[in-house]
């Protein structure tokens, strides 16, 4: 009969080549209220960035940054509800399936050039929107410019629906640019990061918060980094809870 120590070491090989052999659409790590697929974490180590993948660190922003904030109104809107926004014709019959805006200050928005809507994870370029419907603006960064420049529009037209005002579209200039053509999905989540904990979240309320980006660089290389030991020590950390379970459940 195997001891528990030769039997754990061979449940913790197995959980250490975990991903290794799973097939794209396999789950590779299931974080709140998204599934990250193996074909999800290879678009971070070097491509394209997968609505799922955006959706991730979104969901990590929210779960890890924004808690500290309670009182924060500021909605990250995922990459799915946006491009169901943009392109549906009459934004009121999303109300049901949007959040409630009524009390939100901030929306951040993906938005994606696909205009297919029968083509998932379709599209060849991502681009941020900030709405701030406190002041009626609407900030776009286009890490390519000015690729998503209509697409971006169009989504401000659909929040002006929803929200009922008016928003003033501005392009922003200042946006850092991505150097190839894959990184744009990485620049979306870094530049949201940094309006989100570095301008809106820590802002002095009684100064004028800027929205430039001027002279902000994004290292994507090591963004990705960034991004994949957050999924490896969250899949570890469910690894390290099996072995555990497994380990208590079993009498040899």
Not at 179 to 204: P, Q
Request: include cysteine.
């Amino acid at each position: 009969m195997p001891s528990v120590s030769n039997t754990l070491d061979r449940v913790h090989k197995k959980l250490r080549h975990f991903g290794e052999t799973l097939a794209p659409d396999e789950a590779y790590l299931s974080y709140h209220d998204v599934r990250l697929t193996k074909l999800d974490v290879d678009s971070i180590k070097n491509d394209w960035l997968t609505d799922n993948a955006i959706a991730f660190w979104e969901e990590y922003l929210e779960r890890e940054e924004m808690n500290a904030f309670p009182n924060a109104q500021i909605v990250l809107l995922r990459p799915s509800m946006a491009f169901m926004l943009m392109n549906t014709p009459d934004p009121l019959t999303l109300k049901d399936v949007l959040p409630n805006f009524a009390k939100t200050t901030h929306i951040f928005l993906p938005v994606n050039d696909n205009r297919d809507v029968n083509a998932a994870e379709g599209g060849s370029h991502w681009s941020l929107l900030l709405v701030s419907s406190l002041d009626g603006v609407a900030f776009h960064y286009d890490s390519l410019e000015p690729s998503n420049d209509q697409e971006a529009r169009n989504t401000t037209t659909k929040l002006e629906i929803l929200l009922g005002k008016k928003l003033r579209f501005i392009h922003m200039s200042d946006s850092p640019q991505q150097e190839n053509g894959s990184d744009c999905g990485i620049f979306v989540c870094m530049t949201m990061k940094h309006l989100l904990l570095k301008r809106l979240l820590k802002a002095d309320a009684t100064k004028k918060i800027s929205m430039s980006m001027e002279g902000k660089s994004v290292d994507a290389g090591a963004a990705r980094k960034t991004i994949l030991r957050l999924i490896d020590g969250y899949r570890k950390e469910g690894e390290r809870r099996r072995s555990g379970l497994f380990g208590k459940g079993r009498r040899f």
